[in-house]
């Protein structure tokens, strides 16, 4: 028997309080057309409140998930969380969000792959069940980004906002659910796009945080140019690697985190905007939560069967794609 993992609940979830190009305005010289004109964005949602972080968002994800899919916290074998935000070093943000949700005593665990964590975490979590091993494996993105952002630094804090998506895998012998995937790592992208302080190269001191190594360090027109290339190629290499054309494809979802890489990439697919998930405008580059974020806010526009292509591209470098044949 045949297993694939297929998604069988999708849900997400956004903290309350936005922040606009306006506002932005009043901190760093900066304007609204100025950043949609670059980035498509024209508000993202920020977390707010002492001791909140990641798990707070992703735990809210869940919960609403479970509730969907009317499913029994003690049913779920594993639980997987893609984040560069972190609660802590350690304990896992997984751990974190089982105990806030009632799921007791299973596997679970972080992946960090940047703004690709979804899709590295998505693939993983299959693997599990293709295996047999799992039935029920929930897979979270989640990134509190404001928590690393610098907000006199207006070529990154102008991209960046927080929110949380989490999907229910379960396995099916159907012809559905994760048919394929591509991932890739190349770590010569180090520099480009980075968080310097945190961890044991250099340590928190009063030295990194007078450096701003705590909060993202971006070369736009560096990553940029790799993300535009890598992301689109491993788009339409998945197709190809599947035979798919651009008429079979009902949606391509990519990780939100510039228009401009969005539209190259629906452009090298041969997919017109009538088939491209974007929230961009609303959440801005949410880092791991924005491919399920899509899922979520497309997700009755999704019909069982469609050919959905997933694509992200992220620090590490990390970028891949995921064939997905839609099963609810």
Known sequence: MNLKAAITGIHGYVPEDVVTNADLEKIVETNDEWITSRTGIKER???KGEGKGTSVMAAEAVKGLLEKTNTDPKDIDLVIVATVTPDYMFPSTANLVCTQVGIPSICSFDILAACSGFIYA???GAQFIESGRFKKVIVVGADKMSSIIDYTDRTTCVLFGDGAGAVLLEPTTENEGIIDFMLHSDGTGENHLI???????????????????????????SVFKFAVTNMADTAAAIMTK?????EDIRWLVPHQANKRIIDATANRMGVGEDKIMVNIQKYGNTTAATIPLCLFDYQDQINKGDNLILAAFGGGFTWGSVYVKWAI
Do not use: C, F, W
């Open 122 to 124: 998505l693939v993983t």
């Open 195 to 221: 968080m310097k302080g945190g961890g044991s190269k250099y340590p928190a001191s009063h030295e990194t945080v007078d450096k701003h190594y705590h909060y993202i360090h971006q070369e736009g027109p």
């Open 45 to 47: 949602r920020i977390l």
């Open 242 to 246: 599947n035979n798919l054309k651009s």
